[in-house]
T-cell receptor
Framework: GAVVSQHPSWVICKSGTSVKIECRSL??????MFWYRQFPKQSLMLMAT?????????EQGVEKDKFLINHASLTLSTLTVTSAHPEDSSFYIC???????????FGPGTRLTVL | GDSVTQMEGPVTLSEEAFLTINCTYT??????LFWYVQYPGEGLQLLLK?????DKGSNKGFEATYRKETTSFHLEKGSVQVSDSAVYFC????????????FGKGTRLSVIA
């Protein structure tokens, strides 16, 4: 089946720094990828839709200047958390739709801890 | 809008017990339905899916049947194991491809030996 990877799997950073998270589709191309955020013991919250070659579409309440998304190629989308603060600490998960059907393939997630 | 409602957890069962996690949906069209599983500290894995009414998805002993008349997709397993302890998410998708899934809130299952 299709594989989506994320890097890094976990990161700890100081408050005020920026962190970049990569999401790659390893054996298929994805013109669209989705970024989710998950707080402890809660469901996934869609943050934004990443579109190859165009601007990302952000969900209501998500600051686009804080969560920068770049879909550089058909296999790579990046999420940069700028000037991170402790409240940005969370589990970030990306997904990409497969070629057939409506199934989504999820990355393993990135746990961000901001001190 | 489209939504998924699943039973709240946590659910705690003894090993070899029967499992049911209820899931109902609201959708304007004819969605595909999914169950995803999330083990501690990991991302989501597709457990099973069904794309049309009366389809039954099955995997690893888990089953769910797409019931259009009751707009439900309940997850069942006849005999759970400790290794089934995880969070289970019911989800729907209305279109093929480039739209995100709509998730339920998740149900945490703990199986004790």
């Amino acid at each position: 089946g299709a594989v989506v990877s994320q890097h890094p799997s976990w990161v700890i950073c100081k408050s005020g720094t920026s962190v970049k998270i990569e999401c790659r589709s390893l054996d298929f191309q994805a013109t669209t990828m989705f970024w989710y955020r998950q707080f402890p013991k809660q469901s996934l919250m869609l943050m934004a839709t990443s579109n190859e070659g165009s601007k990302a579409t952000y969900e209501q309440g998500v600051e686009k200047d804080k969560f920068l998304i770049n879909h550089a190629s058909l296999t790579l989308s990046t999420l940069t958390v700028t000037s991170a603060h402790p409240e940005d600490s969370s589990f970030y998960i990306c997904s990409a739709p497969g070629l057939a059907g409506s199934e989504q393939f999820f990355g393993p997630g990135t746990r961000l801890t901001v001190l | 809008g489209d939504s998924v409602t699943q039973m709240e957890g946590p659910v705690t069962l003894s090993e070899e017990a029967f499992l049911t996690i209820n899931c109902t949906y609201t959708a304007t069209g004819y969605p595909s339905l999914f169950w995803y599983v999330q083990y501690p500290g990991e991302g989501l894995q597709l457990l099973l899916k069904a794309t049309k009414a009366d389809d039954k998805g099955s995997n690893k002993g888990f089953e769910a049947t797409y019931r259009k008349e009751t707009t439900s997709f309940h997850l069942e397993k006849g005999s759970v194991q400790v290794s089934d302890s995880a969070v289970y998410f019911c989800a729907l998708s209305l279109t093929r491809g480039n739209t995100p899934l709509v998730f339920g809130k998740g149900t945490r299952l703990s199986v004790i030996a």
